[in-house]
């Protein structure tokens, strides 16, 4: 059975896939819109395809439009994620499909697959969200550090187009479906890589002040809703764990990269003051309490960006050190051995 899908005129929004029948009835409704299968060449006007020739020519004036197409359900679109240390998602498009994705990450994309900036993470794009829907989408992902802007990948062409996302600095990128994680994840800022179109991205407030202050993430973390793919971006490598209810996990407050909406997270005091001033690991430790699973990365970006600034030479000046004996005996005090 032949699955048909439709584009509104002036929108990239995709509806379908809906059979001959629905077609039908959908192309009375909508005789502007462009439509396609499996087996055309691209996409056509509704009024040129021999199966909605007699539909739209029987049209009843009195006839409402149809309604959107629903919010609640994300393009299902293909991937594959390519290489080992500096990884990047190839994700394959459908016609009339779409991948968000935030402003710089993209790699490569095949000609027919379509850029569009819109405001916000693109949930409303197409979909006839008010400008008041998009200012409040836009303002929360300025407040977990991202841009005003959403860049939408739409293939608008016909057959398989690909589209590839490359991850801003080295470590492991996730494929998340977030339907099989209760339709919410909850991530560290910037982690959000790319996505179908339909997936939110939020703000998710820590609730207690210790928490926000000294949780390595401060109080404002990514809030990732929807049923469709995201894929995310961790420093190093990746672990994941689930806690059963009531157990607890304490890890280093950078560390944590996500976690289900189920699990609990607050922060205590690595211990005596000894520890505090000399264990190296600073004075709190993130504690995750279950249930739910977790996902802790094993570079986080901070720690990554403070090993190069203190290895970076002081003043603008060389590291006059380096190759002399003097040099090594600083690298043996400094304890920033490479050997």
């Known amino acids: 059975m032949s699955q048909w899908y439709f584009v509104p005129a002036g929108s990239t929004q995709r509806i379908g896939p809906l059979d001959l029948v629905a077609a ?6 909508n005789p502007n819109d462009l439509c396609w299968r499996e087996g055309m060449a691209g996409w056509q006007a509704v009024k040129s395809v021999p199966e909605f020739a007699e539909a ?13 197409p629903s919010r609640g359900r994300s393009d299902d679109i293909d991937y594959r994620i390519v290489g080992n240390d500096m990884q990047f998602v190839e994700v394959e498009l459908d016609p009339g499909e779409s991948a968000i994705a935030e ?4 790699m490569y994309k095949d000609a027919a697959v379509q850029m569009d900036t819109v405001f916000g993470d693109g949930r409303h794009s197409g979909q006839g969200g008010g400008f008041m829907d998009k200012l409040m989408s836009a303002g929360k992902r300025v407040l977990t550090g991202e841009s005003l802007f959403t860049t939408v990948f739409t293939h608008a ?32 800022k910037d982690s959000f890589l790319a996505g179908a179109r339909g997936v939110s991205v939020g703000i998710h407030f ?6 926000g202050l000294f949780g390595g993430e401060g109080f404002i973390m990514q809030k990732l809703e929807g049923d ?24 280093d407050t950078g560390c944590v990269m996500a976690f289900h909406d189920s699990v609990q997270m607050d922060v205590r005091a690595v211990g005596g003051i000894k520890s505090m001033l000399f264990g190296g690991e600073g004075v709190f430790l993130a504690t995750l309490t279950g249930p739910g699973k977790v996902w802790l990365q094993s570079l986080p ?7 190069m600034l203190a290895a970076a030479p002081q003043g603008g000046g060389q590291n006059r050190g380096e190759g002399s004996v003097l040099g090594g005996l600083g690298r043996i005090l400094d304890g920033d051995n490479g050997f």
Request: aromatic letters at 6%; hydrophobic letters at 40%.
């Open 103 to 106: 402003a710089g990450a993209l």
């Open 228 to 251: 469709g793919w995201v894929f995310v971006h961790a420093g190093g490598t990746v672990v994941e764990r689930e806690l059963r209810a009531g157990e607890r996990l304490d890890v």
């Open 56 to 68: 739209v020519d029987t049209m009843p004036a009195h006839l409402p439009p149809s309604p959107p």
């Open 206 to 211: 820590q609730r207690k002040i210790l928490t």
């Open 301 to 307: 970006f901070s720690r990554m960006a403070g090993r």
């Open 157 to 188: 062409g016909s057959g398989k187009a690909r589209v590839a996302f490359a991850a801003p600095y080295p470590g492991t990128v996730l494929a998340m479906k977030l339907d099989e994680h209760g339709g919410r994840l909850i991530c560290q």
């Open 24 to 29: 039908q009835a959908h192309a009375r409704r």
